[in-house]
């Protein structure tokens, strides 16, 4: 039992900005409408604030001590109530070393470590160790308890190149975030902002004509754009992904560097994902769903286990890092051809409703009502005709579209259950639908497909169940 | 689809399930009964309390006369050595296979309703999903409870 020890007093820097963050817009609000004699106060006031946040962070620290056992990690934390939390080795899937700028000034890294938990939130993390200390926990607890050996040959790797990442922020499709992120920043700096300038604004807004307003939006939306590549390229920085024996290691970032690691045994399923965009360029991403991670919070449901490559790449990709994944190159069972009617109908409705109801209460706008009911019958014929699945002994391989077509491979015995259904018009039709429960991150994973033939679901229920004689 | 599970669940379920039904189509008539006072009260149009009377009508029939019956003439199950398999509803046919070795619990639950009439639900649960068969014996539903936990065993490779 090694003996008890605190992490690196920048620690309490990242406790104290972590506090700091909820109360600063409230603080500032303050100093900017508190006026004259007041704002002395005021000021004082939010010195003994900060002084109380900083001495927080401080006990914070100070009660948080952590020990490296021999066959487990301990943790105690809590200023009053003492917390101890002792995960034993057996049950860490996977430690994550991450180091934003501030750590990287100090040469110190984050590390979380995850159990298999179903939850989102780690297990434990430390906020801030010396990187020498951070990677000798790693190696302490890595992912299973067998041993592991030098690999003899180099291990499989390959990095992303600046082009395909340059190419990955222009195609990522992340303006629609970013629109909505500018939309909540302003939401809250209007308040902060003096009406009078706020008016004046909207009067010179209508004041302009037509022309500069479409010129203004295409330059908004451009600019947005470029956001969005740069996001994608402070992200995806560097993106690297190794394989040891039995883990996929991810290393990526520029600002914030993260490191994941991927216990193989734990991936449920591997998929390629084309989205609206980058199908026409002939450029995918690939992904798995991996149980229990929660690498990404929030950011995607998925682990991306390469942002971008050409589709021709894939296959190599594949057969490199996760061979049993190899997706087969066969014709798949699509849906018949009676099916696709529900496709446009499921597709097109709402816009149908919203389309006639446009040319009744504002016939002036109902060109773009009509427009987006073309669209989403356009996307209807687009999931009619990527549906589909294919059988190669245990494994399944499946294809979908929402917005984005997918690609997923799926083992028989990572199949949690899996559901026929058939409503009273596809009975008539001899159609069903089949959905595949999957476990992902968030729990669960369900893949639907629609409308496939009866005969067709009958053979993916009889591949998956036990009772062959039916 | 394939070929229905054998089991039914117990024949009371119509009954567990109607009244289960009347309570709730009870506080919709409370409901309507209320709006009709006041509707009544500030003279406004006639024609909602008929529309809300005739709509009460017909979800009374629905949900108490026809769908119990109904729904209980498709539940079935079916309790394999190496699977579960399920089937239920009314509009939309479902069939799900659950294997044994993805089955991480089992429970039995029992409201006061089908206290009554001495039912409980089996309730299975895997990694991802859960799934519910709904009103059997009690004695049927404890020990397809403890069958089921016997059956399934973790496989040594699952997460």
Known sequence: MSKVRRLHPAAILFQFFKLLKGWVIYLLIGLITIKGEGLIYYSLLVLLFIFVLLTISILKWYRFTYQIGEDEFRIEYGIFIRKKRYISKHRIQSIDLSANPIHQIFHLVKVEIETAGSGTDTEASLQAVKLAEGEKIRERFKGSSIQEEQPKQKPASKNITNKDLLLAGATSGSTGVILALLAAVFSEIEQIIPDHFYDQTVAWLIGLSVTYIILLAAAVLIFIWILGIVGTVLKYWNFTITKTENELVITRGLLVKKHATIPLKRIQAVGIKESIIRQPLGYVAVFAEVAGSSLDNGEDFSTLLFPIMKKGEVKRFLQHFLPDYTIPEERLTTIPKRGIKYYLFRGSVLFFILAGGSMFFIPKYSWLFILLLVISVYFGYLRSKDCGFHIKGERVVIQFRVLSKMTVLLYKKRIQSMENKQHFLQRKEQLATVKISIIAREGSANYKLKELDEADTNILSDWYSFQNNR | ?159
Not at chain 2, 66 to 83: A, D, G, I, N
């Open chain 2, 1 to 159: 689809m394939r070929e229905p599970p054998k089991h039914r669940i117990s024949a009371d379920a119509v009954k567990a399930w109607k009244i289960t039904a009347s309570i709730y189509i009870g506080i919709l008539w409370l409901i309507a009964i209320i709006a009709g006072i006041i509707i009544w009260f500030f003279a406004w149009p006639l024609w909602i309390i008929i529309a809300a009377i005739v709509i009460n009508i017909v979800c009374t029939y629905l949900f108490i006369v026809l769908l119990p019956k109904k729904r209980w003439e498709r539940w079935r199950y079916e309790v394999f050595e190496q699977e579960i398999y399920i089937q239920h509803g009314i509009l939309i046919l479902s069939q799900t296979l659950v294997p044994m070795i993805r089955v991480q619990h089992v429970d039995t639950k029992q409201g006061p309703i089908l206290k009554k009439f001495h039912l409980a639900s089996v309730t299975i649960s895997t990694a991802a999903t859960t799934h519910e068969i709904p009103a059997l014996d009690e004695e049927n539903a404890y020990e397809l409870r403890d069958r089921i936990s016997r059956l399934a065993r973790v496989d040594e490779d699952d997460v």
